[in-house]
Nanobody, 123 residues
């Protein structure tokens, strides 16, 4: 089972992008969903996560105040609004559904992954 991540692209520093994540065949309305990223030569790292109901969120420190995670349970979609982008945000971004209902920073908690979407921020 895969999630579909989309919305990546090339943007200048200071710009914005909105990533989307969903799966038309399976509902993840009872699962927390997270966004992770992996830059070239680096390990995959946590970016943001949202609870099953959308009432609880968590962010990596470097994106807090710039990125906003949200979800539309009726449409089985999760979004990551990225503002004030920096070159260090350049990475492949992945969405994933957790086995739990509350957000978590741990990759081990996430069992369904998307294929990734590339975000490139130029200086």
């Amino acid at each position: 089972v895969q999630l579909q991540a989309s919305g990546g692209g090339l943007v200048q520093a200071g710009g914005s992008l909105r990533l989307s994540c969903g799966n038309s065949r399976r509902t993840f309305s009872n699962n927390a969903v997270g966004w992770f990223r992996q830059a070239p030569g680096k390990e995959r790292e946590f970016v943001a996560a949202i609870s099953w109901g959308g009432g609880s969120t968590d962010y990596e420190v470097s994106v807090k105040g710039r990125f906003t995670i949200s979800r539309d349970r009726a449409k089985n979609m999760v979004f990551l609004q990225m503002d004030s982008l920096k070159p260090e945000d350049t990475a492949v971004y992945y969405c994933a559904a957790s086995r739990f209902s509350l957000p978590s920073k741990s990759l081990a908690h996430y069992i369904y992954w998307g294929q990734g979407t590339l975000v490139t921020v130029s200086s």
